[in-house]
């Protein structure tokens, strides 16, 4: 699976690409279908807090998961989103054995 990471009006530290590879790259457990993942790291107004929104779409043979988050840190943001698009594969992964 190939995976995008757009880091917008901000530059990403290579530590926090190599999480968002890590947690991303796990998402093939749960369906292997997946052709790409495009990850866009925002931060949404300065000085608030939670302020870092990372939205996460998943591109799949069939179609898209697209999960957006907002959080204290890019990396909870990234594993909240992480989360949701693991139910939305495994409910992929039902309606496609229920056929």
């Known amino acids: 699976?190939?995976?995008?990471?757009?880091?917008?009006?901000?530059?990403?530290?290579?530590?926090?690409?190599?999480?968002?590879?890590?947690k991303v790259s796990k998402l093939d457990q749960y369906y292997d279908g997946i052709l790409a993942a495009e990850v866009n790291l925002r931060v949404v107004k300065p000085e608030t807090a939670q302020n870092k929104q990372a939205s996460i779409r998943l591109m799949i043979k069939n179609n898209d998961c697209f999960a957006e988050k907002t959080s204290n840190t890019f990396e909870e943001a990234v594993d909240h989103a992480v989360v949701a698009l693991e139910k939305q594969l495994l409910k992929v992964k039902e309606k496609i054995r229920t056929k």
Not at 1 to 22: G, P, S, V, Y
């Open 1 to 22: 699976m190939e995976i995008r990471i757009n880091a917008i009006h901000f530059d990403a530290t290579e530590r926090l690409e190599a999480f968002i590879q890590k």
